[in-house]
């Protein structure tokens, strides 16, 4: 690919500046790297437990062991880590279904939930397609104030609510709002301000954050938290899949759901997946650290473009997702493109907005990766409405993320 003496200019000066900060991140890989060697050691992983089971999956030694790995390193207590999990919000579906019961409340107290979960929760009521509403499970939400967690809004619905509220839900990520993303050590400051207050299990949607720093949710406090396999865990190897990881009560009620009561999580075929979650999952910092540098290499070219970036390429990231506001649709329409175009999969494939399932605006996203909507790799997508937002993520390798990045401004440039 051929690019701009300017373009090139300014990414020899990002490296330049973001050298630092590339250090930081391969030491944040390094330790998770080395947490996750010694969890395998200590399971005594094996090519045995890479065969699976067929049928009700009983006595799968792999499936066991890879449960184990995945509580210990994300510091839970048990955890379900299955290849059947379609993806991120099925898996949150299959934690709150678990946790709430007719008559519960869901407070969620990072905002409205990302767009896919509105309809899995009810938030405009029941409606009779089996949403956590038809359930007759109430749902309420506690705003950002200032652009940090209220919470004075918190105390004051517990106060209103009292043990009513079942399920307090963090969302980690931004998702599809312009609002920051959660540190893990701001997690854990919610966690134990609500324990002090009420009897309710705190559920994270941990998606996008997982190993961008050396501790996760749980290890603070959280009594589950959620992620999809084909975004940062499965390291680009998992080809479907979701976690759920959490306090030993926590996790035996979500299985019940997950199979059915009684069964939970003793039962489930692995149907030879298990070697690519096993990789993946050991893979997964040295993945997460190429998108993560990825990430910042973006915000600076983009902010040297004159574009509204966040967070900015000095900034530190709990998360691996970049958004570039555009101001317009046009801008949002040929970044996709040309993220796509430098993409090793469907790189001819020209992305337009559709009415995609489970969104209420248009969306348009590039993905050319090598499994469908792995978000760990590299993509980029956002809604067609304002601030029309490109949401940029993901990145195998820091060298074909940088390629795509300046494809990307390369295209809005020429055009």
Known sequence: MVFSEKLLSIAKEAEKELADIYGDIEKVSLENTAKVLSSFKNHRVSDSMFQGTTGYGYDDVGREALEKIYAEVFGGEDALVRHSIANGTHAITIALFGLLRPGDIMLSVTNRPYDTLCSVVGINGANGDGSLADFGVKYDQVDFKDGKI??????????????????????????????????????????????????????????????????????????????????????????????????????????????????????????????????????????????????????????????DVYPKYYEKRYDIIQTVNFG????????????????????????????????????????????????????????????????????????????????????????
């Open 150 to 307: 209220d919470f004075d809004g918190i105390e004051e619905k517990i106060k209103e609510y009292g043990d009513k509220i079942k399920v307090v839900f963090i969302q980690r990520s931004k998702g599809y709002l312009n609002r920051p993303t959660l540190s893990v050590q701001k997690i854990g400051e919610i966690c134990d301000f609500v324990h002090k207050r009420c009897s309710a299990y705190v559920v994270v949607d941990n998606c996008y954050g997982e190993f961008t720093e050396t501790c996760e949710p749980c290890a603070v406090g959280a009594d589950i938290a959620v992620g999809s396999l084909i975004k940062n865990p499965g390291g680009g190897i998992a080809e479907c899949g979701g976690y759920i990881v959490g306090t030993k009560k926590a996790v035996e009620l979500v299985s019940y759901r997950l199979t059915c009561a009684g069964t939970g999580g003793e039962v489930g075929a692995t149907l030879g997946q298990n070697r690519n979650m096993f990789k993946g999952f050991f893979l997964a910092p040295h993945v997460v650290a190429q998108a993560v540098k990825t990430a910042h290499f973006a915000a600076y070219v983009f902010e040297r473009l004159g574009f």
């Open 328 to 415: 317009a649709p046009d801008g949002l329409i040929k970044f996709c493109q040309g993220i796509q175009g430098a993409s090793p999969v469907d790189s001819f494939v020209t992305p337009e907005p559709w009415a995609m399932p489970g969104y209420d605006d248009e969306v348009i996203m590039a993905a050319g990766t090598f499994t469908q909507g792995s978000s760990i790799e590299l993509s980029a997508d956002g809604p067609m409405r304002p601030p029309y937002t490109a949401f940029f993520q993901g990145s195998l390798t820091y060298e074909s993320g940088k390629i795509a990045v300046l494809s990307a401004a390369e295209h809005i440039l020429s055009k």
